[in-house]
């Protein structure tokens, strides 16, 4: 591949993976939390994670590499702090110790007599990552704190690189913010405008020729007033000392935001042509003359090799109208949210493997594009390879399976009905679970310990027998059990030692999954994960989770819940084929996962959780496309659930979800308890609940497990006499936010029980609702 810097036709890239291939800033994160190593060495670390992405980036042949795209947490969080939106809680710490308050915000703090909730966290957009969502009030004030875009762009410089520095916009900024005392976000514009403006007077006096200025909101619905914030926004910055910048917008189409877009003072604009290819005309005749025209013709959020062919139309024609000089070629997005390299995978399919495309890959496939845009000799040898890899692709018999076509052909309006409806399910439930006022239970997963980690690595190596390790699962399910018992909880669980994760767990043991071996992204600050590969029609050969279950459900004479990940979220939490529609894979998934349900309940489960925390995230970012998504995710966990006797009970678990929204979707389910996190919110979530008066049961976290500080009963008691002020008491089950899977034991026991204690004392009509 080419790695000149000369080309007419500009190879670029919007964001990196910030993590390492083999998940080495996770390690020394976590590492300089415990104490281990010194914030100088995590410093180093990331060090050498920038400048060997800068080299892997500019060896795949791109000609301008982005800088200020690392984070070492979340690049919201970055923003927030670099511009002072520090909450006046967290104000002390950060201004003693910088980088503490900056945890401090992302993860909360708990020590020497300081108690600080960390800062809620959320979806970016549709993604799988979560962005930290900055706190603002109307008497906000904003400044430059620090040189982190600054630093980065001159390291970047240093080592000869042509570099663009990324910042977030100012509109999406705001937009992605939150008001804590519901002020309007857009009235603090002006305060904020003057901050980013020193910033980019300080990056041009650097050297940077572009900064490349994301307003990813510009793909949503927006009001008249949000376009005035992005014209006022560009106006103020168009006439002061800066670079050039690209506005840059992606996950999907501009739509009615074109006009605007393309109106604002800038000198290019960058837009998604893989979810939104059918702008490319509108955006070629509003682009005014001159302008440079960035392309994102390579999926930054998929794995597949792209259609070059097809993709080389595009930038043919777009290289007709802006002129060779004017164009970019560039993934959709950042490729923050795919693994770094294919070429770590030794032990995947020869097909499979020529069919994907990491990070690297993807900015080689953006070279051969620029080469042969450029009639260079070497891309149209590259250009058949791809062709055949595709071709390859959709002939394969391990891609289509005619039995499952078969089964999908079979579902009727019935396979996705309960045979009552909740009131008549609730009384059989009852009688059967037999359960007190404010029952307790917890999401799932309890703490994987060193020692469970090790023991599973350990088994997979080959060096523990399965005999040995299905012994050690059985004792960690037993103490499991036991602990629950001890503290009372209602409705216990096993404790999914055995699992890995909640979606590749499945996976491995599903027909049409691969996985990868270090195909890790990051979904918020050290926590990674490794999404499996639809790549083909789903079944389920055997039982998945019956046995553990069943184990575990007769260690006790307290209800045993069984737990699956559902069809939507196994869908959202993958990378998911391209090659046919998204709701036909979920129906094929939710088939699969139908007669788990149905097994598991043979095998004596009274209580089956299907998991939907990814249903919210999936919607399409334009509310005119709600409705045919949410048509077809609730008809797939209904498909999954449906087929079980009244008796039995269904749960499903939503996290970091805004519900306002999708409320009717939400009841549609029909799920007979939802468990939903609102601690980090302080159950601001539950007005959607109330709004709506939500007919079945819920659980509201009262306990955020995705921070390391631990809630005393007195918090929790006070949550729950939120939710009570809001619910009827036979609706309320008392949970954590989500799974206990990262958390320590002993924070784990404390919190737990301090959990049940509260739920005790609700019990006892300490408390009466006004």
Not at 123 to 152: C, I, M, S
Not at 741 to 759: G, I, N
Request: proline share 5%; charged share 25%.
């Amino acid at each position: 591949m080419s790695t000149t810097t000369s080309n007419t036709i500009t190879v670029t890239n919007l964001g990196f993976p910030r993590i390492g291939a083999k998940r080495e800033l996770k390690r020394a994160l976590e590492a300089c939390w415990r104490g281990e190593i010194s914030t100088a060495q995590l410093q180093d670390t990331a060090r050498d994670l920038r400048q060997r992405h800068w080299r892997l980036q500019k060896e795949a042949g791109a000609d301008v590499v982005p800088s200020n795209d690392f984070s070492l947490y979340d690049h919201v969080l970055d923003t927030a702090f670099l511009f002072d939106a520090i909450p006046d809680r967290y104000r002390a710490l950060a201004d003693r110790d910088p980088l503490a308050g900056y945890f401090a915000l992302a993860r909360g703090l708990q020590k020497d007599g300081v108690d600080l909730h960390a800062l809620e966290m959320t979806k970016w957009f549709d993604t799988n990552y979560h962005y930290l969502v900055p706190e603002l009030h109307r008497d906000q004030r904003f400044r430059l704190r620090g040189d982190k875009p600054v630093a980065e762009f001159l390291e970047a410089k240093a080592l000869g690189f042509a570099a663009r520095p990324v910042l977030l916009g100012p509109v999406s900024f705001l937009l992605l913010s939150k008001a804590v005392d519901g002020s309007d976000r857009l009235d603090l514009l002006d305060r904020l405008l003057p901050a980013y403006a020193e910033l980019l007077g300080k990056l041009k006096d650097a050297g940077a020729e572009w900064v490349q200025i994301d307003e990813p909101c510009l793909v949503l619905d927006q009001d008249a007033d949000d376009h005035a914030a992005y014209r006022a926004a560009y106006a103020a910055l168009e006439n002061v000392p800066r670079p050039k910048l690209l506005l840059a917008t992606y996950f999907g189409a501009l739509n009615d935001n074109l006009a605007l877009a393309t109106s604002l003072p800038v000198e290019g604009l960058h837009v998604d042509l893989v979810r939104g290819k059918e702008q490319l005309d509108a955006v070629l005749k509003a682009l005014p003359k001159r302008r440079v025209l960035s392309l994102g013709l390579v999926d930054g959020r998929n794995v597949w090799r792209s259609n070059l062919d097809n993709a080389l139309i595009l930038a043919k024609y777009a290289s007709g109208h802006v002129g060779a000089n004017n164009l970019w070629l560039a993934p959709s997005c950042s490729l923050l949210h795919v693994p770094v390299d294919l070429s770590n995978e030794k032990s995947l399919p020869g097909d499979l493997h020529s069919w994907l495309s990491f990070a690297r890959q993807k900015i080689e496939e953006l070279r051969t594009l620029a080469d042969a845009l450029q009639g260079l000799p070497n891309a149209e040898a590259e250009l058949t390879v791809a062709c055949d890899r595709l071709e390859s692709r959709r002939q394969s018999s391990r891609v289509h399976k005619p039995e499952v076509a078969a089964r999908l052909a079979a579902l009727t309006e019935a396979s996705a009905q309960r045979s009552a409806g909740y009131q008549a399910r609730r009384s059989l439930q009852q009688l059967a679970l037999k359960l007190p006022a404010y029952p307790t239970t917890t999401i799932g997963s309890f703490p994987q310990t060193l020692e469970v980690r090790e023991a599973r690595a350990k088994n997979k190596s080959g060096t523990l027998s399965d005999a040995d390790y299905d012994a050690f699962l059985a004792a960690e399910t037993e103490k499991c059990v036991r602990f629950q018992e001890d503290i009372g909880i209602d409705v216990l669980v096993h404790g999914e030692f055995e699992r890995n994760d909640m979606v590749e767990y499945f996976g491995e043991q599903l027909e049409g999954f691969a996985f990868t071996k270090l195909g890790w992204v990051q979904s918020y600050g050290s926590r990674c994960v490794k999404p499996p590969i639809i790549y083909g029609d789903v079944t389920r050969p055997r039982p998945m989770t019956v046995r553990w279950s069943q184990y575990a459900q007769s260690l006790t004479g307290k209800p045993m819940k069984g737990m699956l990940t559902g069809p939507v979220t196994v869908l959202q939490w993958s990378f998911v084929r391209d090659d046919q529609a998204r709701s036909q894979t979920c129906r094929q998934i939710a088939l699969a996962l139908r007669d788990e349900v149905t097994d598991l309940e043979a095998a004596g489960i009274g209580v089956i959780q299907i998991d939907e925390p990814a249903i919210r995230e999936g919607l399409p970012l334009r509310r005119s496309d709600w409705k045919a998504y949410l048509d077809w995710a609730v008809e797939a966990f209904r498909i999954t659930a449906s087929g079980v006797a009244d008796a039995t009970q269904i749960h499903t678990h939503m996290c970091y979800s805004e519900f306002n929204d999708i409320m009717e979707a939400v009841a549609a389910m029909d799920a007979d308890v939802i468990s939903i996190e609102t601690s980090r919110s302080r159950m601001e979530l539950l007005e959607a609940f109330v709004k709506f008066r939500y007919p079945n049961e819920i659980g509201p976290g009262v306990y955020d497990i995705h921070s390391p500080r631990v809630p005393d009963g007195q918090e929790m008691l006070d949550l729950l006499k939120k939710a009570r002020a809001v619910l009827a008491p036979e609706q309320i089950w008392v949970n954590p936010d989500c799974g206990l899977k990262t958390r320590s034991w002993p924070e784990t026991r404390a919190a737990l029980t301090a959990m049940v204690a509260a739920a005790k004392e609700m019990r006892v009509g300490e408390y009466v609702a006004a």
